[in-house]
């Protein structure tokens, strides 16, 4: 049972420094993955997951692939 908000809060904030959030298994112990940051003025934000055998070792690549992504879509759609 959580009791305070500091581990969620520290969380929130390495999560914005390193401009991704992951997950190992807390939602659902069968799956790991990140997601981009949301954005305030509605940039899209992708997400990755999988497995923990295939996410482990992997998953700070992956979210910096899905942050690097989600920033390059609103170029993208902007020359489409």
Known sequence: MMRT???P???VRKSRRRG????RGEFDPGGWGSRSRWSR???PFRSGAGPP?????KLAAVGRAVNDTAAA???AAASA
């Open 5 to 7: 908000a500091d581990g």
């Open 9 to 11: 809060l520290a969380d």
């Open 20 to 23: 991704y959030f992951a997950t």
């Open 41 to 43: 003025n509605g940039s």
């Open 53 to 57: 055998p295939r996410m482990n070792g």
């Open 73 to 75: 879509m609103p170029r």
